[in-house]
């Protein structure tokens, strides 16, 4: 199995990180890069912060599955990071009635977020537990790089 990136996206307090660790458990080679532990105590703009987790995610899919939980709330900067990947990318939604953070930064982002008209998968975890989520994304990823 070759390599591949898996970027999921959506609202604070939706479940991105616990799915992506759950999904690290899954995939083994895999790496989870988080840009709240790269950008922690950073003054960097959305934009870049968002292009620099590309290009690390590229640079780290050489050797690993990436799994990227990031709200990446610019529709525009996704579709770019997705176009330039250089390995199989899947971008997953994680829609969410419930709000879990009500710290400053997460209220920004969330209020500027940008829906993509094509996402590769939406999983709304206000339906599914975390198990129910991991299978879901897993059993999509897993049936589109076969036969690559």
């Not at 479940?15 to 950008?39: M, T, V």
């Not at 003054?43 to 899919?61: G, H, K, T, W």
């Not at 590769?120 to 059993?139: A, F, K, M, P």
Request: hydrophobic share 40%.
């Amino acid at each position: 199995m070759s390599n591949f990136i898996i970027w999921i996206t959506g609202k604070s307090g939706s479940g991105k990180s616990s799915i992506a660790r759950k999904l690290k458990d899954y995939y083994q080679n895999s790496i989870i890069l988080e840009g709240y532990n790269i950008f922690k105590d950073l003054n960097i703009d959305l934009r870049s912060r968002m292009l620099i987790l590309a290009n690390i995610s590229y640079l780290l899919s050489k050797h690993f599955i990436v799994i990227v939980p990031s709200v990446s709330p610019l529709k525009e900067i996704r579709k770019i990071i997705k176009k330039n990947s250089p390995v199989k990318f899947f971008e997953i939604f994680l829609s969410s009635k419930i709000i879990k953070r009500n710290d400053k930064f997460s209220k920004f982002v969330d209020s500027i977020y940008k829906p993509s008209d094509n996402y590769d998968l939406v999983v709304n975890t206000s339906l599914h537990n975390i198990e129910q989520c991991v299978r879901i994304i897993t059993d999509y990823v897993n049936k589109n790089i076969q036969g690559e």
